[in-house]
Nanobody, 118 residues
Framework: QVQLVESGGGLVQPGGSLRLSCAASGITFSLYIMGWYRQAPGKQRELVASINRDGSTNYADSVKGRFTISRDNPKNTVYLQMNSLKPEDTAVYYC????????????WGQGTQVTVSS
């Protein structure tokens, strides 16, 4: 049974920082592209950042220079360090795992709320 469990969300003031974690189980973690997506009320889910098995990364333009994605393969965990947070970063953040070859092996976490407000 595949599980992706996110943690680290919460309420933070503008300019603050949060670190999200996603612990995976039930998959061979090193064979998966890991990603963070977000969905704000009334908007479509969008890619925030992704990291391949070789450590290469991809970021949405809106978070470049502020967010950093990383992975710890021995711990089956992916992280999203979010700095200089803005109110427009407010959303539910979801962890995603997609197999590097078999893309239909695609899994989602339950989401964690991030609220940026003064």
């Amino acid at each position: 049974q595949v599980q992706l469990v996110e943690s680290g969300g919460g309420l933070v003031q503008p300019g603050g920082s949060l670190r999200l974690s996603c612990a995976a189980s039930g998959i061979t973690f090193s064979l998966y592209i890991m990603g963070w997506y977000r969905q704000a009320p009334g908007k479509q889910r969008e890619l925030v950042a992704s990291i391949n098995r070789d450590g290469s990364t991809n970021y949405a333009d809106s978070v470049k220079g502020r967010f950093t994605i990383s992975r710890d393969n021995p711990k089956n965990t992916v992280y999203l360090q979010m700095n200089s947070l803005k109110p427009e970063d407010t959303a539910v953040y979801y962890c995603n795992a997609r197999h590097v070859i078999f893309s239909r092996h695609d899994y989602w976490g339950q989401g964690t709320q991030v609220t940026v407000s003064s």
